[in-house]
């Protein structure tokens, strides 16, 4: 059963509270989203690091419920 964009965004938010979250349907199937992720938890953190995070965030659904994430992340513009 493919997720949906705002359980995607719930769980991003339940592990970095501070993020502002945008997600996008690719395809219109529920499997390929693309998703920006703009949080103050990532300063500091290497591109890899800050996906990492994400990924964590999303609790092995990547790969298996969730097909396709296109991932975007950074730090707040000061």
């Not at 359980?7 to 920006?36: F, R």
Request: charged letters at 20%; a negative charge; glycine letters at 8%.
């Amino acid at each position: 059963m493919p997720m949906q964009a705002g359980d995607i965004e719930k769980m991003i938010k339940e592990a970095l509270p501070d993020a502002e979250v945008t997600i996008k349907d690719l395809a219109g199937d529920g499997d390929h989203y693309a998703a920006t992720v703009i949080s103050e938890a990532f300063r500091g953190k290497s591109r890899v690091q800050q996906h990492q995070m994400v990924y964590a965030a999303l609790q092995g659904r990547m790969g298996g419920v969730l097909h396709a994430l296109a991932l975007q992340t950074s730090t707040p513009n000061p």
